[in-house]
């Protein structure tokens, strides 16, 4: 019992050890989310079921066939003239074969199959829309983790400064260069900077949080791979907004959904239209019917007596419509106001389209120029702050005027960072909108 107690207390310490060190990719990330997000498998059952709706109306081609069987019982008597009563029992089996098939309906069945087709072409854009939005999330999630993380590394690199700093101070206090105060603020903005770094630990552990709730796994242990991002490997690919936009309207899903829906609601009025034709329909059957009869035998002259008959049918139905209430005009006239929404839904999603194009290339243009801008203020202002830490160093400035530098320095840090991260994902999104894949396979 112990060594399988051991046993099982180890393979557990490898499985946890495994999940504590695994670190996932964004690759790993979004093939994830695609594959066992919720909303994802709701789409996906979605998409199956238009699938079968083809196979329904399809059906609808085939003849329809019918088998039926009945049994009966009864007894009791009846009065036979010239005989009096007499009591009979009767055993009747009826059994039937019926088949059907619409020679024509006009055009119901040919304009369901394609209007079943065209849902279900629908329902897969639909799906990849999803997909995509879950994607986008998935990579800022992601982006925001790194930045949280190269944030938590300029509040680690700040304490290590402030501690630097200490000593340093405390060296001058002793050699009486500089006044016990000195110290004291000091040590007061090196705590500020520890508090810093539990600030931006907490970052990291609530942009973890968020993003394996997006995948929908256990947090804890969880994990990301530090991956460098360089911006000098990101570049601003357009000059305008039309080129995207055009390359938009034959790439993105939601377009291509909204256009079928167009589709689909011209197959809605053929179908409705459907009711002012006349239907035409061949019907055939088989049909035995099998009785046993059986009378006493000293009131009537048989004892037992057999019926069985065999019978086919065969024959066309005409139905011709010709005062329906108006319910077919009104149906036609529903299914035309829907084509007209459909059509509505198609500009308006087109619209939303170019709006989000101009703003994600405005945003990214914006980014970029504050990017460009806060890496010459980090330039200038590390400058700033090592000719200010040498003075400091050697007693010729006060600690204020230090922090004062040095605060100039972490805020110049803190915007590269945060620029930086946005236009990488600001251009992330304008490829995923020229058609370029969110991740590379």
């Known amino acids: 019992m112990k060594t399988k107690l051991t046993l099982v207390m180890a393979v557990f310490a490898i499985t946890f050890s495994f999940a504590q060190d695994k670190r996932w990719t964004l690759k790993e990330c979004v093939n994830h989310a695609l594959e066992n997000n919720l909303s994802v498998q709701r789409a996906k059952y979605t998409t199956d079921l238009r699938k079968e709706d083809i196979a329904t109306a399809k059906g609808n081609r085939l003849p329809g066939v019918s088998g039926f069987a009945t049994h009966g019982y009864n007894f009791g008597a009846t009065f036979i003239q010239g005989v009096g009563l007499v009591t009979i029992d009767n055993l009747t ?5 019926n088949t059907s098939v619409n020679l024509f309906d ?11 087709e065209t849902n279900f072409e629908a329902s897969k854009y639909d799906l990849e829309k999803m997909s995509n939005d879950i994607s986008l999330n998935i990579v800022n999630a992601y982006l925001n983790v790194l930045f949280n993380k190269e944030n938590l590394k300029i509040a680690e690199a700040q304490v290590k400064i ?11 206090v002793e050699e009486g260069v500089q006044p016990k105060g000195n110290l004291l603020e ?3 903005t090196k705590i500020n900077d520890e508090n810093a770094v539990v600030t931006a630990e907490n970052n ?8 394996s709730q997006l995948l929908q796994i256990p947090n804890q242990g969880f994990d990301i791979q530090d991956v460098p991002v360089d911006i000098n490997t990101v570049a601003l690919l357009y000059n305008n907004t039309t080129e995207i936009f055009e390359k938009a309207l034959t790439n993105q899903p939601d377009i291509r959904s909204a256009e079928l829906g167009i589709e689909s609601a011209d197959r809605q009025i053929d179908i409705a239209k459907a009711d002012y034709y006349p239907t035409l329909s061949l019907g055939a059957g088989l049909n035995t019917f099998y009785t046993h009869r059986q009378g006493t035998k000293d009131q009537f002259n048989f004892s037992d007596q ?3 008959n065999f019978g086919q049918n065969f024959g066309f139905r005409l139905d011709v419509p010709i005062f329906n ?3 077919v005009k009104a149906n036609v006239n529903r299914a035309k106001i829907n084509q007209d929404i459909a059509q509505v839904n198609l500009s308006d999603q087109k619209l939303a389209l170019r709006e989000a194009i101009e703003r994600a290339f405005i945003n990214a243009k914006a980014t970029l120029k504050e990017y460009e801008a806060a890496q010459k203020s980090v330039e200038a202002q590390q400058l700033s702050f090592d000719y200010a830490q040498e003075r400091y160093n050697l007693g010729a400035t006060n600690s204020f005027d230090f922090e004062q530098v040095r605060n100039r320095l972490v805020n110049a840090q803190a915007t590269l960072t945060r620029a930086k991260y946005n236009f990488v994902f600001r251009t992330k999104v304008l490829e995923f909108y020229y058609g370029i894949p969110i991740i590379e396979e």
Do not use: H, M, P
């Open 93 to 97: 089996n009826n059994f039937g074969l």
């Open 106 to 116: 006009g055009f119901r069945v040919k304009n369901s199959v394609k209007q079943s």
């Open 162 to 172: 402030s501690e630097e700093q200490y000593k340093r101070t405390k060296e001058l």
């Open 186 to 188: 000091v040590e007061a």
């Open 204 to 211: 990291v552990a609530i942009s973890l949080l968020e993003l």
């Open 306 to 308: 057999l019926d069985n």
């Open 325 to 327: 209430r108006g319910q």
